[in-house]
């Protein structure tokens, strides 16, 4: 079955990370400031005549000012929409840049873009030869990167307008288990289960840097674009600076070793201050970037099946998000480490997928079938 259902109901210099509006474009912006705990509502765009339904929703009743992203809020949210076009699991998804579109992959070897204006799938695109798994934007609203899961392992970067490839990026020789693009040039990371991180320039095919590493790595870049870590072993985290990372990391955090699971995605929270590490159990831990040390454990989500859960911080960076196996969204307070709001998205199957917007009041759940929500209050 295929369609859309409406459903009831930065960084290290410590210099805060201002995300203005897209230009034009209605909706709400999400401004990070120096507290990091405000969602700066840009309803000034609206009105009746052209704001497009799904945002227009999002911001119904809205008033102009601000909104601050409380516990309250949070509860709030209700599936709006739910797209059931692909007929296997989605592998991965991920926003543009200015929150307007969205394009996800599956392993019915379908790449999927969204538009979150309006709330409904916009083209589908297929990669029947080679598969597609995990699928990141580049800087340009048009191309995406993606890894395959047939095959090979090469790394394909793709221009979505005529549905041609610009480039392919070779050297990996197991599956691709992380890749994420630098927020601030062609620059993108990827790691494997080859046991290697690999540098990458979106204008060259060649390797622009390689680390061997032992166990499996994960990976990510800090939001200002100037540092990366690497997750080793299910217990170290390495901290890289982009500029001179063959000289090796100026820092090295050693954790207790994960016995019974494995760190699955490393990221940073959007004022650099905090890295989220998800496994394949049920835990996700969250990491002081620049001491090492463990602020919290968020427990109490379903994953017996050793599933690659995403977690991910909201884009005030005070909240922790995270899916769930019996199809639910548990959200945590980063700060006091408390649960404040468990969702039911009505998931099918494990919620392997989930991403806050960062433009828009809106975040996207997936399993096999894509969901937008919505908050039903404003606080």
């Not at 480039?167 to 494997?192: E, I, Q």
């Not at 982009?242 to 494995?262: I, N, V, W, Y």
Request: glycine share 8%; aromatic share 10%.
């Amino acid at each position: 079955m295929r369609g859309a259902e409406t459903a009831c109901g930065g960084g290290w210099s410590g210099r805060a990370a201002i995300l203005p509006a897209a230009s034009g474009a209605p909706g709400i912006g999400i401004g990070v400031g120096r507290e990091g705990r405000t969602l700066s509502r840009r309803a000034a765009n609206l009105s009746s005549s052209n704001a497009p339904s799904f945002i227009a929703a999002a911001d119904a009743g809205a008033r102009e000012g601000e909104m601050k992203l409380t516990d309250n809020v949070l509860r709030s949210f209700r599936v709006a929409k739910v797209f059931r076009e692909n007929n296997d699991k989605i592998n991965c998804f991920d926003f543009s840049p200015n929150g307007e579109t969205l394009i996800s992959s599956s392993d019915d070897d379908s790449i999927v873009l969204y538009d979150c204006q309006e709330g409904k799938p916009k083209r589908t695109l297929y990669s029947k030869k080679y598969g597609v798994d995990l699928i990141r934007y580049t800087h340009a609203a048009n191309t995406v990167v993606y890894s395959s899961n047939k095959i090979d392992d090469t790394i394909r970067y793709l221009s979505l307008h005529d549905n041609k490839y610009i480039r392919y990026f070779h050297g990996h020789s197991k599956r691709v288990v992380a890749l994420c693009m630098s927020p601030v040039d062609d620059t993108f990371m990827s790691s494997s289960l080859d046991k290697t991180i690999r540098l990458w320039d979106l204008r060259s095919p060649n390797c622009q840097g390689l680390m061997h590493l032992q166990g499996r790595p994960t990976c990510s870049f800090d939001p200002e674009g100037l540092i990366f870590a690497a997750g080793v072993n299910s217990e170290i985290i390495k901290l890289y600076d982009l500029r001179s990372f063959d000289k090796g990391p100026f820092a090295t955090f050693k954790m207790q070793h994960e016995r019974t699971c494995e760190w699955t995605g490393l990221k940073f929270s959007n004022d650099g201050k905090l890295m989220l590490v998800s496994t394949n159990g049920g835990m996700v831990r969250l990491i002081d970037a620049f001491k090492g040390a463990v602020l919290q454990t968020f427990a109490g989500f379903n994953n017996s099946k050793g599933i690659s859960l995403e977690a991910s911080f909201t884009p005030d960076s005070q909240f922790v998000m995270i899916g769930s196996e019996d199809g639910k969204v548990h959200v945590w307070n980063a700060e006091s480490g408390l649960k404040v709001a468990v969702l039911d998205g009505k998931h099918t199957g494990p919620v392997s997928c989930l991403q806050f917007n960062p433009k828009f009041m809106t975040f996207a759940s997936a399993c096999s079938n894509m969901a937008f929500w919505l908050p039903t209050i404003d606080d």
